[in-house]
């Protein structure tokens, strides 16, 4: 299990904590543990509609890194996105495994 200790293996316990934690930095935070590329971008698209202007927390883990790029690809090329901020850059919890999205 050494290998994901700085991964956010539940984010719904973010959400929890009330003392500016990570969570209070974040208006949504998505998980995509699991999902498929395809399924992880439907996902995202449908976020991106619901929640304008704001800051959404994207957790898609570490793995091999092929959501990872499809996610931050998207993220990139998505006119809804005003800026993409990788997990490792940003230095929220959960390092290359996260990317943070501010929609306009």
Do not use: W
């Amino acid at each position: 299990m050494r290998r994901y200790r700085k991964t956010i293996r539940h984010p719904e316990t973010l959400r929890g904590r009330s003392r500016g934690g990570a969570s209070s930095q974040f208006d949504y935070i998505l998980d995509l543990h699991g999902q498929t590329s395809d399924e992880a971008t439907a996902m995202l698209n449908s976020v991106l509609s619901s929640y304008g202007n704001s800051c959404i927390l994207i957790v898609h883990g570490k793995g091999e890194g092929i959501l990872r790029r499809r996610i931050r690809a998207f993220a990139a090329s998505d006119p809804r996105i005003k800026k993409v901020e990788f997990g490792e850059d940003a230095l929220v919890p959960g390092g290359d495994g996260v990317t943070v999205a501010y929609t306009k």
